[in-house]
T-cell receptor, first 112, second 110 residues
Framework: GNSVTQMEGPVTLSEEAFLTINCTYT??????LFWYVQYPGEGLQLLLK?????DKGSNKGFEATYRKETTSFHLEKGSVQVSDSAVYFC???????????FGQGTRLTINP | NAGVTQTPKFQVLKTGQSMTLQCAQD?????MYWYRQDPGMGLRLIYY???????DKGEVPNGYNVSRLNKREFSLRLESAAPSQTSVYFC?????????FGPGTRLTVL
């Protein structure tokens, strides 16, 4: 079946640290890949996406590259801020499908 | 979350009570979804609707019913609430490559 696995959280970093949140997937086809972010008390918001192998999605200083050979879509940011504290979800959708498949989420806390 | 509204924001029920969660949109999307979010489990799809008048089961539909009477609204009903249905419920809508989420309803069943 189709699934998404994220690194276990919670993750706690200091401000200006480098961030990596790992995401790997299993899919019976060629999925599009997404990172969603959920700030405290809010719904999810699309952070970035990539629709084919070697595509790089980027937004707000975050980046993720679609690696077909390693079935991965790791989220990175060079210098995190306190305002980046949130829960991050990796997700996929197969071409032609109606439904997103989410990972379990990774809670990120940035300390000043 | 602009364009997707959910009511209520919070609700406490006793086991066996019923309630309906409401979701409305002003973004004119055909597809709408109901998810539940539980700690350590991410989001799980309960039901979705590809268009007005159609609904399909998702990953965890048991104990829930839905209604899509028009394009704008998609409701989720719990006929007889159980403690296992304590969760945060999110409505979402949009294209398959971009979904827009509502602010959520936090439901506690005692």
């Amino acid at each position: 079946g189709n699934s998404v696995t994220q690194m276990e959280g919670p993750v706690t970093l200091s401000e200006e640290a480098f961030l990596t949140i790992n995401c790997t997937y299993t899919a019976t086809g060629y999925p599009s890949l997404f990172w969603y972010v959920q700030y405290p008390g809010e719904g999810l918001q699309l952070l970035l996406k990539a629709t084919k192998a070697d595509d790089k999605g980027s937004n707000k200083g975050f980046e993720a590259t679609y690696r077909k050979e390693t079935t991965s879509f790791h989220l990175e940011k060079g210098s995190v801020q306190v305002s980046d504290s949130a829960v991050y979800f990796c997700a996929l959708i197969l071409q032609g499908a109606q439904k997103l498949v989410f990972g379990q989420g990774t809670r990120l806390t940035i300390n000043p | 979350n602009a364009g997707v509204t959910q009511t209520p924001k919070f609700q406490v029920l006793k086991t066996g009570q019923s309630m309906t969660l409401q979701c409305a949109q002003d973004m004119n999307h055909n597809s709408m979804y109901w998810y539940r979010q539980d700690p350590g489990m991410g989001l799980r799809l309960i039901y979705y609707s590809a268009s007005e008048g159609t609904t399909d089961k998702g990953e965890v539909p048991n104990g829930y019913n839905v209604s899509r009477l028009n394009k704008r609204e998609f409701s989720l009903r719990l006929e007889s609430a159980a403690p296992s249905q304590t969760s945060v419920y999110f409505c979402a809508l949009g294209r398959t490559d971009t979904q827009y989420f509502g602010p959520g309803t936090r439901l506690t069943v005692l």
